[in-house]
Nanobody
Framework: QVQLVESGGGLVQAGGSLRLSCAASGRTFSSVAMGWFRRAPGKEREFVSAISWAGTSTTYADSVKGRFTISRDNAKKTVYLQMNSLKPEDTAVYYC???????????????WGQGTQVTVSS
């Protein structure tokens, strides 16, 4: 069983930056893709970004492309989400997730963290 623990959320002004981290336990971290999702108040959970097992391929939602960067450190079993130029509409609970495949994907996730709150004030 893989456990995922997010950190790094908080309150930031519009235009600011935050870096989220997701620390994983378990042996399968380095062989599968990882992703970030978010759920804003009153909305469905949405895909944000994903990274392949080796970190060589990434994909982003159009809403964050050019502002967010996903990365991973397999030695530390950690995946990151650098968020720049934050907007109030980025306010949400952010979740990291473990994919069941090795390539960056928008679906096929079977393990989720508890989430970290990101609030962007205008």
């Amino acid at each position: 069983q893989v456990q995922l623990v997010e950190s790094g959320g908080g309150l930031v002004q519009a235009g600011g930056s935050l870096r989220l981290s997701c620390a994983a336990s378990g042996r399968t971290f380095s062989s599968v893709a990882m992703g970030w999702f978010r759920r804003a108040p009153g909305k469905e959970r949405e895909f944000v970004s994903a990274i392949s097992w080796a970190g060589t391929s990434t994909t982003y939602a159009d809403s964050v492309k050019g502002r967010f960067t996903i990365s991973r450190d397999n030695a530390k079993k950690t995946v990151y989400l650098q968020m720049n130029s934050l907007k109030p509409e980025d306010t949400a609970v952010y979740y990291c997730a473990r994919a069941t495949v090795a390539f960056a994907t928008r679906d096929a996730y079977d393990n989720w963290g508890q989430g970290t709150q990101v609030t962007v004030s205008s």
